[in-house]
């Protein structure tokens, strides 16, 4: 009985944790971001997830305005910028640098994570393919002799 109270609380807790205020979409408003009063609206009213969702389609339509949206929302919802930074990086990769920057700014105290995010976003210069774990190509050192000393090789017939 304890521990499902326990759990109880904290889950009230944690749904609290990501919630909305409409000073988001006032703060996006005094950052001169191009808003309509129906995103307003909407953000105002969003949280955790939603509110992610929202700055990153915002991001997608404003991508001149990805900087600005971030230092406008972060700090009033520390606790999503790295979702919220993903979103942004997602919506205009071309402003990755910009989206970084200022998260870290408005969350410094998260700028080993958001770094680590960042890099995991990233693509690579070899090609989204390049991280691809476990896959042999012809004439590679098969696993299934490994530590035998041998190397298997493609056979030309």
């Excluded at 919630?19 to 995103?39: G, R, V």
């Excluded at 098969?142 to 030309?156: D, E, H, M, R, W």
């Amino acid at each position: 009985m304890r521990s499902t109270l326990i759990a109880a609380a904290l889950a009230i807790l944690a749904s609290n944790a990501a919630h909305a205020d409409p000073a988001t979409a006032d703060a996006l408003k005094a950052a001169n971001i191009e808003i309509s009063a129906e995103q307003l609206q909407a953000i105002s009213a969003a949280e955790g997830d939603a509110l992610v969702t929202l700055l990153g389609q915002l991001v997608l339509v404003t991508p001149e305005h990805a900087a600005a949206i971030i230092a406008a929302s972060v700090p009033l919802n520390p606790q999503l910028a790295g979702p919220i930074m993903s979103a942004a990086l997602a919506a205009a990769p071309a402003q990755s640098e910009q989206i970084f920057a200022a998260t870290v700014q408005a969350a410094p105290e998260q700028s080993g994570q958001l770094a680590v995010l960042l890099t995991e976003t990233q693509p690579t210069a070899a090609g989204p393919e390049a991280n691809t774990v476990g896959v042999n190509a012809p004439g590679a050192p098969s696993s299934a002799n490994a530590g035998t000393g041998s190397v298997s090789a493609a056979s030309p017939n």
